[in-house]
Each structure stands twice: as structure tokens, then as C-alpha cells.
């Protein structure tokens, strides 16, 4: 039986006297799509650079596809796209298309890039304009092209959508299908419970840096006590008391 994707065991993560994970434990199986899901604080971006070493944390384990999240060459198995992208001012969109695929041994192709552009409602000219004179919501265009030229096995988005235009988050949201049908493995942080319903195979909760709920967008429902997923995560987390 091979190991999962990802694998999170016991993960506690403190800073100073604040504890703000607490025991997480879950598994995201190979080409599922994984949502993650929680306020605003309740320790999901934390999470995630504890699963990219962005910082350490203080007990447990992380495994991707069987080996530990540290070990050498573990990372190169993925591509991750931060809530906040901010490529260095004085790049164009190529450039950035271009290094990013670089520092993953991957050969960068305009006609690709130009491709995966027009894909995300981005006009190509773009990749010769430099990145300070883009839009919240072309910058994250790019950051999304980049990654997708990756060619991963698994996708780490934090907050994907954000800055996306409605026409924008529908062409993003049907590469994440392409990516579906080539079965990659894709775990998304999301304030939009309802793409978390359309997109996700399974789904965590995390509140107050505790795993609250781990199961199917249904499984979520039935158990909190609603027909829809937005009250029954109210529910999950404490803000909605129900009859």
C-alpha cells in the first residue's frame, strides 16, 4: 500500500506562550483534492509552513509521499502559491514565469506560458510588462500559471482565489479539474466554502488551532446538522447554535 500525499501526525506548533496548533493529525490520500478551511487566525497558513519548513514546529510529523516533509529532496515533489505573492518588483512576468520554473528543474516554454496565460483570462503581453505595474489580481494570475507549469504531483494553494475576478476564479477553477482528471494532489486553503464543496473530495476545519472536523463536504453537513455546508460549518466551530 503506498503512503498518502500528505500525512500531518500530531503536529503542535507554539510561538512563545501561544499555542496555535494543537495535535494535528490527518491524511490527504494521492489525487485527492483537500480543502482546508477555517476563520481568518485559526492556524491554517500555519500549517502550512510547517509542511514547507518554513518554520519548525514542536512535535509530530509531516510526511509527503512517505518521507518527512525535511528530508532532502522531499519539497520537490510540489509547487505552493502563498496568500500573498509579491515577485521581485523589478521582474517581468516571463522573468518570474521563467525563474520560478527554473529553481524547479523545469524548462521554461514562452508558447506554454503564453498558453497557460490565456487560459487564466490574462492577455499576454503581460509577460513582457514588469510586475510592479500589475493588478492585485494579475499577479496572482501569474503566481497561478507559474505554479501549474510546474507540473507537479502535488499543489499547495493558500487562498487561490483571492483577487480573482469571477470570470477568473471559473477558469481557474476548471484547470484545478484538468488537474483532477491527470489525478494530482491538491490541497487549497479557502474562505469559499462553496468552491470547497464543488472541488473538494475531503475537507478539514480548523479553529482555534484545533482539528475540528475532518471528512467529505456531506460528511460535514450530516454531522453539524444542516442541509448546506456555510451553516454547518458555523456549527462545527461554535457560531451558530442550532434548534
Known amino acids: 500500500m503506498s503512503a498518502p500525499a500528505l500525512r500531518f501526525a500530531g503536529v503542535n506548533k507554539s510561538f512563545g506562550r501561544t499555542k496555535v496548533l494543537h495535535d494535528i493529525s490527518f491524511e490527504i ?11 481568518n487566525g485559526a492556524g491554517k497558513t500555519t500549517l502550512l509552513k510547517c509542511l514547507l519548513d518554513f518554520c519548525t514546529f514542536d512535535s509530530g510529523s509531516i510526511g509527503i509521499f512517505g518521507a518527512a516533509h525535511d528530508a532532502p ?22 522573468d518570474f514565469i521563467r525563474y520560478t520554473l527554473e529553481m524547479q528543474s523545469v524548462r521554461y516554454e514562452r508558447t506554454a506560458a503564453e498558453s497557460m496565460m ?25 503566481g497561478i500559471a507559474a505554479s501549474l507549469l510546474c507540473n507537479k ?10 483577487g480573482l ?14 488537474l483532477k482528471e491527470r489525478s494530482r494532489t491538491v490541497l487549497f486553503t479557502s474562505h469559499a466554502l462553496a ?3 464543488e472541488l473538494c473530495d475531503r475537507m478539514a476545519v480548523i479553529h482555534a488551532g484545533e482539528l475540528r472536523f ?3 463536504p456531506q460528511g460535514l453537513c450530516e454531522r453539524f446538522g444542516s442541509g448546506e455546508l ?14
Open 29 to 39: 490520500e494521492r489525487g485527492a483534492f483537500f480543502g482546508l478551511v477555517g476563520i
Open 73 to 94: 529532496g522531499a519539497r520537490a515533489t510540489l509547487a505552493f502559491l502563498p496568500e500573498r505573492l509579491n515577485p521581485p518588483y523589478y521582474l517581468t512576468g516571463e
Open 118 to 142: 490565456r487560459a487564466l483570462d490574462l492577455d499576454t503581453a503581460a509577460l513582457t510588462r514588469p510586475v510592479r505595474a500589475y493588478s492585485k489580481g494579475m499577479t496572482q494570475k501569474v
Open 153 to 162: 504531483d502535488l499543489y499547495i494553494f493558500d487562498e487561490p482565489t483571492s
Open 165 to 178: 475576478d469571477p470570470k477568473a476564479r471559473a477558469l481557474f477553477k476548471r484547470q484545478l479539474q484538468e
Open 195 to 197: 468552491d470547497v464543496e
Open 214 to 216: 475532518c471528512g467529505t
Open 230 to 243: 456555510e451553516p454547518a460549518f458555523l456549527n462545527c466551530i461554535g457560531g451558530v447554535v442550532t434548534a
